[in-house]
Structure formats: structure tokens, C-alpha cells
């Protein structure tokens, strides 16, 4: 089987129905954890989920989140999410995406993808991590501003 991680940016109603939000947000952060965005990746993961060869996880960031990581499924596909450092109280320039790096590192570690598949390599809070994926990994980044 053939084991693929796709690293982007998701969230429909199916995704947040999984997820454990903040009782108490900011309006700017309610409003962007219940919005549907990356409508293109969501068609995306259930084309490639439907091939029975591949096992897929979906790592992406949300707002709002009560924990910072949060592992679920739906429909056999495996989606880890974070809570991305934008959405901290406290923010700096130091310790911008550390914390996201050494995240997607561990969860490529313990998948052993056969392609790490970035989408929307504009983003860097998750399109960073791309340089931490080991040598012998395949990376397939698509931009998203060719597609535009």
C-alpha cells in the first residue's frame, strides 16, 4: 500500500465536526474556525481516498482548537490537525514555526510516507516543514498560485 501525507489547507463540516473548539474565541477566530476554506484539497482527499491502493493522512492547521493537535478519521482517511502558531496568545518571530516543524517531523517519522504531497507551498506555516522531510522522501509541492 502505498502511504501518501498531504500537508494543506482544509476545513469543511465534516472536518470540524471531529474537532474540539475554544468555548471562548476572539470574533476574528470564531469566524475563521467555522468557515469552509481549501474546497479544492477536500475534493482532493476524496478522489485519492477512493483509491484502494493508498493509505492517506492530512496534516493541516485550524483555528480555534482546543488542544494543539488533534488526531482523527473519516472515511479512512487519517487527518492530524493543529492548532497553528498564529492562533497563540503569545507570538514572536523566534518561535514562529519550530513547534509545527518538529510536529510534522514526528508524524512523517511514525507514517514513513511513500510521497509527501504539499499543497499551497505560499503558506509557510506548513510548507516549511518540507525542508525537515528526509532525503530519501519524494515532495510533490504544488502552487497554488499557478492554478489562479
Known amino acids: 500500500m502505498t502511504r501518501i501525507v498531504l500537508l494543506c489547507n482544509v476545513s469543511n463540516s465534516g472536518i470540524r465536526s471531529r474537532l474540539h473548539f475554544r468555548s471562548r474565541m476572539s470574533e476574528w477566530r470564531r469566524r475563521r ?17 477512493a483509491w484502494e491502493e493508498v493509505s ?13 493537535v488533534q488526531r482523527f478519521s473519516i472515511d479512512g482517511v487519517d ?6 502558531d498564529e492562533d497563540r496568545l503569545i507570538q514572536g518571530p523566534s518561535f514562529r514555526y519550530p ?17 509527501v504531497h504539499i499543497v499551497g507551498a505560499e503558506n509557510p506555516y506548513y ?22
Do not use: M
Open 33 to 49: 474556525a467555522s468557515e469552509d476554506y481549501g474546497q479544492w484539497n477536500s475534493v482532493a482527499i476524496s478522489n485519492i481516498s
Open 56 to 68: 492517506l493522512t492530512v496534516i493541516f492547521p485550524h483555528y480555534g482548537l482546543k488542544e494543539n
Open 79 to 84: 487527518y492530524v490537525c493543529y492548532r497553528p
Open 127 to 148: 510548507s516549511i516543514c518540507g525542508l525537515d522531510l528526509p532525503k530519501e522522501t519524494p515532495l510533490l509541492v504544488s502552487l497554488q498560485t499557478l492554478l489562479a
Open 99 to 115: 513547534r509545527l516543524r518538529r510536529l510534522v517531523k514526528r508524524e512523517i517519522a511514525r507514517i514513513k510516507p511513500d510521497l
